[in-house]
């Protein structure tokens, strides 16, 4: 099964309304995935994963328009952190760099929402691939990843 497949398929078992956009444009950084959108760049809902110093992954997904504040997960797990490298990511997630989303991963992980998607009635996640979104609210966005709501950004 390839990658938007399994996504779509996890997502029709949690909410079968739920649709992925495939688009012919890259959309591996929030940016580019804005401008295929025609969206602002913090309506991108980006993934990364991060390793803490006991080698536990998380995820945080924050808009694509804010920093995260490395100082603030620590807070919040309770470790130090750094991103995690594109092998690691493979690993974890089963999905590439550019197409991580907070669902459907290869692992379990726990997932920690930024607050800064909140803004938006509707963000984008990647579902799979860097040529892939899924239009989801904040809300739902929780309740499929199971996700852990925070505050973890700064601004940018």
Partial sequence: MDKIEKVRTFLNSRNPELKIIVLEEDTSTS???AQA?????????????????????????????????????KELVGSRVRMAN?????????????????????????????????????????AGTSNTALPISFEELCRITGGQPCQVSLIA
């Fill in 37 to 73: 959108l025609g969206t602002e760049v913090g309506q991108i809902a980006k993934s990364i994963l991060f390793k803490t110093k006991n080698d536990d992954y998380l995820l945080i997904v924050s808009a694509g328009d804010v920093k995260i504040d490395n100082k603030a997960v």
């Fill in 31 to 33: 940016y580019l995935a």
């Fill in 86 to 126: 594109a092998e690691e990511v493979e690993q974890v997630t089963g999905f590439s760099i550019g197409g991580v989303c907070p669902f459907a991963l290869k692992q379990e992980v726990p997932v920690f929402l930024d607050e800064s998607l909140r803004r938006y009635d509707v963000v984008y996640a990647a």
